[in-house]
Each structure stands twice: as C-alpha cells, then as structure tokens.
C-alpha cells in the first residue's frame, strides 16, 4: 500500500492521513451488506434461515436447527509488512506473532456472537511463488497458526496459498483467516436483544496495537529518528512493540459460559477504537468511569503522532482489546474469570437510558452516534 506524504512532524498525523479513511469505506459496507440481505431467501432451499439480527455484527449467524451456525472472515491488514522491515533489521522472523494475528482478527470476531470457534481457514496470497523459498519464514508462519489454533481449541481445516504477481506486491505475502463456530446451546447466542440500562461493561485488556492502526503506526515510522528500532521505553523498541501479537479472547468466553455467564452483548475492539461500544444499533448511553491502562506503544503512538484523545480513543484499541456487556451482578465475576484465563480485565463503566452515545468521563469525552455507521 502506497502511502500519502507523511505532514511535517509538528503536525497531528491522523488515521486518515495515513491513508485510511473510514468515510470512504465504510459506505460501501454498508451497500453491501444491503445486498447480501436480498439473498438470505437462498437458504430456505436447504430448509434454514439467517438470523436477521446478525446482519452488521461481527459474525453472521445461520438457524440450522438444533443449534446456529456462525461464520467470519478476515484479513491481517498491513502488520505483515511491520514484520518483513523487522525480519530486515533484526535477522528474526516474525511471522509465527502475526500467525497469532491473522487468527485473532477472525476469532475475536466469531466470539462476539456467543460462538464456540470449531474451523479455521487459511488464506495466505504471496506476490510469487518465491515467497515460500524462505524456508524459516514459512515454517514460523505455520507453527504459529498452529499455535494459535490450539490456544483456542479449534481445528485447522485447510486454506489457500495462491502466488499472485501482479496483484500483491512481489516479496509480500497478504494474510487472512475465516472462522466457522457454533452457537449451542442456543442460549449462548449474543445479538444484543437483551442489552439494556444497567448492564455493565467490562474492557478485556489489549496486548498492544493489536492489528489495526498499522497504516498511521507506519507512517509514524518517518518521523521517529531510528524507525522501528526507536526506544518505546527501556528495552523495548518500537516495531517489536508493534508486533506483540493480538490476545485470542475465545479462551475468556468459553470460561464465561462454563460459569453460567451469558453476557448481554459483546464488541471486538479493532477498527474505530472505542466507538465500537456504540455498535449496537440500540439509542443507548454508554458511560465509561474507568479507564484500562494504556500499553506504552498506544500512548507512544498518541504522543509522537501529536493525536488528542478524541482521535486517539476513536482510531486506536488504548489498552480495550474487547467490551463485554453483562448484568451488573455478574461483572465482577466476569472480571475474576478472564483473569484466571490470563487476561486483564476492567469493570470500566455501565449502560444507561438516554441518548446513543459513548462518554468517557475521565478524559471528557463524548462520541456521538453518527460517529460510527455500519450499517
């Protein structure tokens, strides 16, 4: 991906002068998504049916009977090329952490529907068949997939590894993941009917920048005096930083249903950072009283790319990896088990009646509905 001339360095460098820019592509979701409704008939034929409710979350949910069937897919995005300038400076291959990644971005999708992930799928586009001559590289890219898929108790079913010169650059690789799970019991299923005032919200913590914002976290780059190898704090330098991989939550929700918690509703925070809270279609106000701590690459990031907290809470994850919203009686709880699954967790505020908007009262600051449209 070509990127625009980077601002001068004392200028706020934003998302969308990295070269994303969500006002042009989120339109085309959503006309999307407009048709891919008008050919839910098709499953009749087969004697099932979607479940309309999941038509602009994160999976798409299918009734086939004794249970639902929950599907996604996702692509790494552009963290790969963070990996190849590292493997360049460093000599060590990366790609068993952006493995982790690939399958993240897919899983924590999955979940948030209330599924149990069950099959993965690999899709691995290299710019020529070269790629796959670097015999460390490829081999660390598999055993992290495998990795991965044992952390989160799902097989690995299979993929595609097309050469594509011409389409993906030569040298890089594009990494993507579907995920297919079930909901069973049907209880478990997670649309959001049930969210309402007083449920809690509850932040998982985030390893880092996970594996979106790596457009403005590139660009960065330019501006920093050693690049990637630039001091983030005491040993640890920025593109290592970078690439700590995504936390797999699946692991969290499984134990949640094994503690009899079914949570309201449930967000992956990628990208749009925290305005994904506001995701549910529901006129809710979220009221945030309690920040999770923010990994030092993400506060590094906010500070050397001169972003204010509204557009740094707006592009960025800021240590909220994902948001679970369950009944005030069970947030403490839900806090206690994703701890004993090694992952920090932040009773960080509560759901009102009012107006659609997200408040985070510890920075002053206020997300308006219109700010994120997905559907």
């Not at 990996?83 to 690939?102: F, K, N, V």
Request: charged share 20%.
């Amino acid at each position: 991906m070509n990127l625009p001339a980077s601002p001068s360095a004392d200028t706020p460098l934003s998302y969308r002068a990295a070269g994303v820019d969500y006002e042009l592509i989120d339109p085309l979701k959503v006309a999307a998504q407009r048709a891919a409704a008008a050919t839910a008939t098709q499953l009749q034929a087969h004697g099932f049916r979607e479940v309309g409710e999941s038509r602009g979350e994160s999976a798409y949910v299918v009734d086939v009977g004794p249970f639902y069937l929950a599907s996604i897919v996702e692509c790494l995005g552009s963290k790969a090329l963070v990996a190849d300038e590292m493997a360049r400076l460093t000599g060590r291959s990366w790609y068993d952490a952006i493995a982790q990644d690939t399958i993240a971005m897919a899983i924590n999708d999955l979940i948030t529907v209330g599924a149990t992930p069950l099959v993965v799928q690999a899709y691995w586009a290299a710019g020529g068949s070269d790629w796959f001559g670097d015999a460390t590289r490829a081999q660390a890219l598999v055993a992290g997939w495998k990795q991965a898929c044992e952390r989160c108790q799902v097989a690995w079913g299979g993929g595609e590894t097309p050469a594509l010169a011409g389409i993906v650059e030569a040298g890089r690789i594009d990494l993507a993941a579907s995920c297919t799970g079930l909901v069973n019991p049907k209880e478990r299923l997670t649309l959001g009917d049930k969210l309402g005032p007083g449920d809690a919200i509850v932040l998982l913590a985030s390893s880092g920048i996970h594996a979106n914002g790596l457009s403005l976290a590139r660009k960065l780059v330019e501006r920093l005096p050693r690049g990637y190898l630039t001091p983030v704090q005491a040993g640890l330098g920025y593109g290592e930083a970078l690439l700590a991989p995504t936390l797999l939550y699946a692991p969290v929700t499984e134990a949640l249903h094994r503690a009899g918690i079914t949570p309201h509703y449930a967000s992956n925070i990628t990208g749009h950072g925290w305005r994904k809270l506001l995701r549910h279609p529901k006129p809710l106000r979220y009221r945030v009283h309690t920040l999770p701590e923010v990994p030092p690459v993400l506060r590094f990031i906010q500070q050397q790319a001169q972003m204010d907290d509204h557009e740094a809470y707006g592009t960025l994850n800021m240590g909220a990896g994902f948001a679970l919203f369950v009944p005030a009686a069970q947030a403490q709880r839900t806090v206690e088990v994703a701890a004993a699954q090694g992952v920090a967790a932040t009773w960080a505020g509560n759901v009102e009646a009012g107006d659609k908007e997200l408040l985070i009262e510890p920075l002053g600051l206020r997300f308006a509905a219109d700010e994120l449209q997905l559907r």
